[in-house]
């Protein structure tokens, strides 16, 4: 029977609320970004628009997969499509979590900032950057924590709660190595899709080399525990 409710969420309304309140919290970061490119005549971070969209890729797998499993009757077909939709969704989730590590333009360029006058000087613009990366940073991992949070649900729902527990954890963790693998290798989500036997050799490569190993585990832990404050406040509202 469907009664247009998401069983193991918010009802649709509340649903299309959250995404329409997400979209106006990214165009905010876009306003950010845009009144700095106003004010100073440079495009240097516009690529954190391009990384908070690939943020939004996996976001919108999620809620296909989320809408996947109210339709219809449970049963294998919805298990297997679930289970394909997981796989491509795997692929892009480190996209949500990477824009956090474009700080580290900031601590790049940081030396080469110069007052442009008396209102727009160095040190006003390296505070005003740090505002601009943290709320590129905190939307973009913060739509892939719901994300998170729904295939955690729908994977619950469909198997068991270890198995949606087992899924949370080796997310956390393949996030973290996938972050290194595009941090530090320049390895991306599209190319795992366009070369995937060049992408398996890297990663197979760097899966057992100690600095991926302790870097998947610190990022991993980081994505886990933000998680966690994102789950508990959904318990909370389900009680």
């Not at 919290?25 to 106003?38: D, I, P, Q, T, Y």
């Not at 087992?166 to 972050?179: E, M, P, R, Y």
């Not at 366009?194 to 302790?214: C, D, H, R, T």
Request: glycine residues 6%.
């Amino acid at each position: 029977m469907d009664t247009g409710e998401l069983p193991v969420f918010y009802p649709k309304k509340k649903l299309m609320e959250l995404f329409w309140l997400l979209v106006l919290a990214s165009a905010g970061c876009v306003a950010f970004l845009l009144a700095r490119v106003l004010f100073t005549k440079s495009h240097i971070y516009f690529f954190l628009i391009w990384n908070l969209f690939l943020a939004w890729i996996p976001f919108i797998i999620s809620l296909i997969i989320l809408l996947l499993q109210t339709a219809g009757r449970d049963g294998r077909p919805k298990k297997l499509a679930c289970l394909i939709l997981g796989f491509f969704w795997l692929i892009f989730y480190p996209n949500a979590p990477y824009i956090l590590t474009d700080i580290v333009h900031l601590i790049r360029l940081g030396m080469y900032y110069r007052d442009m006058n008396e209102l727009i000087t160095a040190n006003a613009l390296i505070w005003y950057d740090i505002i601009v990366n943290a709320a590129f940073s905190i939307i973009g991992h913060l739509i892939g924590l719901f994300s998170l949070l729904f295939v955690h649900q729908v994977f619950s729902k469909l198997w068991s709660k270890k198995i949606g527990w087992l899924v949370v954890i080796t997310a956390c963790v393949l996030s973290g190595f996938g972050i290194y693998l595009g941090r530090f290798v320049r390895l991306n989500s599209t190319d795992v899709l366009v070369y995937p036997f060049i992408s398996l050799q890297e990663i197979l490569g760097n899966m057992f080399y100690l600095k991926a190993v302790l870097f998947s585990l610190s990022v991993g832990f980081f994505v886990f525990i933000t998680y966690i404050s994102l789950y508990a406040f959904h318990r909370i509202h389900e009680r």
